[in-house]
């Protein structure tokens, strides 16, 4: 991904029937909009979802890391991060780590292809 979301207010996210997982994000440092979109979903997970949510880092995992942020993805997901048979099989999961509020967790059916980031009017 080209734009670094590194303390980008988290605003919405949607599930669109036709093209996927919508989150919505607020750069405040140039008080613009932006939405990130992901296709091929398999599996969403929203945790704490708060008034304020405020993005530390967006991760991807391809394949298995010892990293406490691998853990928790696995842990959002339901999968056993000893054994995660859905990222062995080549899918993928993407993190957006929180620095306050809501965490999310996707799995994504095959390889990550990189998700679409629009500005919104």
């Known amino acids: 991904m080209s734009v ?6 988290l605003t919405g996210i949607r599930v669109e029937r036709d093209s996927g997982v919508v989150v919505s994000l607020f750069d405040g440092s140039v008080s613009q909009g932006f939405d990130l979109g992901f296709r091929r979903v398999k ?3 929203v ?3 708060a008034m304020q949510n405020i993005v530390f880092e967006l991760k ?4 298995r890391e010892a990293s406490f942020e691998f853990q928790r993805c696995c842990f ?7 054994n995660p048979r859905e990222i062995d099989d080549g899918d993928s999961m993407v993190f957006i780590e929180a ?3 809501a965490e999310v967790a996707l799995l994504m059916d095959g390889a990550w292809e990189g998700g679409e980031l629009s500005a919104k009017m």
């Open 4 to 9: 670094d979301v590194h303390d980008f207010e």
């Open 43 to 45: 599996r969403i997970v």
């Open 47 to 49: 945790d704490g979802f």
């Open 60 to 63: 991807i995992f391809s394949k």
């Open 76 to 82: 959002l997901l339901g999968i056993d991060s000893s």
């Open 99 to 101: 620095s306050v509020g």
